[in-house]
């Protein structure tokens, strides 16, 4: 569906605002802007992380799954997967 609704995305070509959008629109989520920098929401969220190779990760009481391969040997409930600004830089 996303590929479908969003073909520029496998290219991250597909602005915060556009994904808000389609979140909103097609999943009936509710959808809050936040800056990143170490803050944690209700969960479980996803959360669109790193400018310079976009993607979407996921947060649940148990940790983060990251389906990233530079993160693929991360253990979700590891420490550093909760720190945004060291792990992933400024998010979006």
Known sequence: MV???LPEATEGKVTVA???DWLRNKKNLE???HDGRDEHYDIPCAH??????PHWI???ENGVLDPSLPFACMS???R???????TYGVEF
Do not use: F, I, K, T
Not at 48 to 53: G, I, T
């Open 76 to 78: 979700p409930n590891d």
């Open 80 to 86: 550093s997967m909760r720190e945004w600004e060291s």
């Open 48 to 53: 669109l992380v790193q400018r310079h190779s």
């Open 58 to 60: 996921y947060e649940d």
């Open 3 to 5: 590929l479908r609704d």
């Open 31 to 33: 959808v809050v802007r």
């Open 18 to 20: 556009q994904w808000e």
